[in-house]
C-alpha cells in the first residue's frame, strides 16, 4: 500500500485548459509538498503547506486535512507546464512519503 | 543565488569503486537532504541533516552508503563499494522554513 497516491498517473490536456491533479495520503503530517520535474529531470519545489490554498502565478495548491487530499490546479495550461507533478508527504519526523507522480502533456 | 550546486552531473563508474557525490546547499539553509530518484521506486529520501547534524538515515539503503555534512556548506554522499543496482539520478536540496530548492542532480550510472 502507498502511503501516497496521486491521480491521474497521465494526463493529456488542450492548452488553456483547467488541470487537476489530486493526491490523497494515509500518514499523519506536517507539511504536503507539490514538486515539479521537467524532462532533463531538475526538481522545482512549486509548494509547501499544511492548511489551506497557497496561490502561485497559475498554480494553486490546495489542502482538506480532515480528509487528507491535496490538489494542484493549473489554470490555462500551457505546453511548458508538460511536466511530471510529484506530491510528497512529510511528517513532523522530516520522513517523506512520495506519490509516483502524475506525468502531463499539454498540446498546443 | 546560485541555487543548490550538485557535482558531477553525471558520473560512469565500474562495479566496486568508491563514488562520491558532492553538494552545496544555499547559504543560509539549515536542512539539507539527499534523495534518490530510480524508474522502479521514484524519489526516495536517502537521509537529511539539520543543522550539519544527521537526522534520520533510515532510507540509507545499506551500510555501503554513507554521508557527512562537515560544515553547512558542504555535503558528501559516497558509496562503497558500488554496485549497478546503485545506478541512479541522486538529488540534493536544501531548505530553510518553508520551500525547498533542489540541485540538478547527478546521474550515476555503475556498470
Known amino acids: ?108 | 543565488d546560485a541555487g543548490v550546486i550538485q557535482s558531477p552531473r553525471h558520473e560512469v563508474t565500474e562495479m566496486g569503486q568508491e563514488v562520491t557525490l558532492r553538494c552545496k546547499p544555499i547559504s543560509g539553509h539549515n536542512s539539507l537532504f539527499w534523495y534518490r530518484q530510480t524508474m522502479m521506486r521514484g524519489l526516495e529520501l536517502l537521509i537529511y541533516f539539520n543543522n550539519n547534524v544527521p537526522i534520520d538515515d533510515s532510507g540509507m539503503p545499506e551500510d555501503r552508503f554513507s554521508a557527512k555534512m562537515p560544515n553547512a556548506s558542504f555535503s558528501t554522499l559516497k558509496i562503497q563499494p558500488s554496485e549497478p543496482r546503485d545506478s541512479a539520478v541522486y538529488f540534493c536540496a536544501s531548505s530553510f522554513s518553508a520551500g525547498y530548492t533542489f540541485g540538478s542532480g547527478t546521474r550515476l550510472t555503475v556498470v
Open chain 1, 1 to 108: 500500500k502507498n502511503e501516497v497516491e496521486q491521480s491521474p498517473q497521465n494526463l493529456t490536456a488542450q492548452e488553456g485548459e483547467f488541470i487537476t491533479i489530486n493526491c490523497s495520503y494515509s500518514v499523519g503530517i506536517s507539511a504536503l509538498h507539490w514538486l515539479q520535474q521537467h524532462p532533463g529531470g531538475g526538481i522545482v519545489s512549486l509548494f509547501m503547506l499544511s492548511s489551506g490554498k497557497k496561490k502561485h502565478g497559475r498554480l494553486i495548491a490546495t489542502i482538506n486535512i480532515q480528509e487528507k487530499h491535496s490538489s494542484l490546479h493549473i489554470t490555462a495550461s500551457h505546453p511548458r507546464d508538460s511536466a511530471v507533478y510529484i506530491c510528497a508527504a512529510g511528517n513532523t519526523g522530516n520522513q517523506f512519503y512520495f506519490g509516483t507522480g502524475t506525468s502531463l502533456t499539454v498540446i498546443p
